[in-house]
């Protein structure tokens, strides 16, 4: 089963624009991670908030995470061509392995 | 260590056929997972390690699907009898703390003809 939900399914932008991505999940969580995945390859580790955390950064990403609506957004500023892949968000409830959504694809027109 | 490591990277089989795929993980991370992906969908879990011993199982793991883990280092993953719903991408990752991010292999692509 998949816990998340993330929406945008597709998402095309020019290069330079911000992209926003959101994920909604169902139950209750301990962390939440996204991740990057180029076509035809692994999942890369893009970054974690934990459920005591609202906001956090790591270069152009930035991450939020609202317990109380169960959902989180993604954004990647001044998007480039090589951002152009799906996202995922994924969850886990405390010592159990991480739980997928669907993703978002995300093209990034140059 | 560079990473996570999946053999074979692609593997074509006909139907009914056994085939087996090898993971080896980071040296330090204890913790090994299996998961599979379709296309446009995200990975499901299968079942993961934790050391040589398998913690949990999905039920989207059929008695004709199993892993190992011996001596708690590389892992395989077989399917026995093998159908065409099983084509997908094998994809096993692991981790040194459970509630940390994950590394992931490229994954192995399963086609069943």
């Known amino acids: 089963s998949q816990q998340g939900e993330e929406d945008p399914q597709a998402l095309s932008i020019q290069e330079g624009e911000n992209a926003t991505m959101n994920c909604s999940y169902k139950?209750?969580?301990?962390?939440l991670q996204w991740y990057r995945q180029n076509s035809g390859r692994g999942l890369v580790h893009l970054i974690l908030?934990?459920?005591?955390?609202r906001e956090k950064h790591s270069g152009r990403l930035r991450v939020t995470l609202d317990t109380s609506k169960k959902s989180s957004s993604l954004l990647i500023t001044a998007s480039r061509a090589a951002d152009t892949a799906s996202y995922f968000c994924?969850?886990?409830?405390?010592?159990?392995?991480?739980?997928f959504g669907k993703g978002t694809r995300l093209s990034v027109i140059a | 260590d560079t990473g996570v490591s999946q053999d074979p990277r692609h593997k074509i089989t006909k139907r009914g056929q056994n085939v087996t795929f090898r993971c080896d993980p980071i040296?330090?991370?204890?913790?090994l997972y299996w998961y599979r992906q379709t296309l446009g969908q995200g990975p499901e879990f299968l079942t993961y390690?934790?050391?040589?011993?398998?913690?949990?199982k999905s039920r989207l793991l059929s008695d004709r699907f199993s892993a190992e883990r011996p001596k708690g280092s590389f892992s395989t993953l077989e399917i026995q009898r093998t159908e065409q719903g099983d084509s997908a991408m094998y994809l096993c990752?692991?981790?040194?703390?459970?509630?940390?991010?994950?590394?992931f292999g490229s994954g192995t692509r399963l086609t069943v003809v």
């Open positions: 390690f934790q050391n040589e011993a398998q913690l949990e």
């Open positions: 990752a692991s981790s040194v703390d459970p509630s940390g991010g994950y590394t």
């Open positions: 040296s330090e991370h204890n913790r």
């Open positions: 139950t209750s969580i301990n962390n």
């Open positions: 994924a969850t886990d409830s405390g010592n159990t392995p991480l739980v």
């Open positions: 908030i934990r459920s005591n955390e």
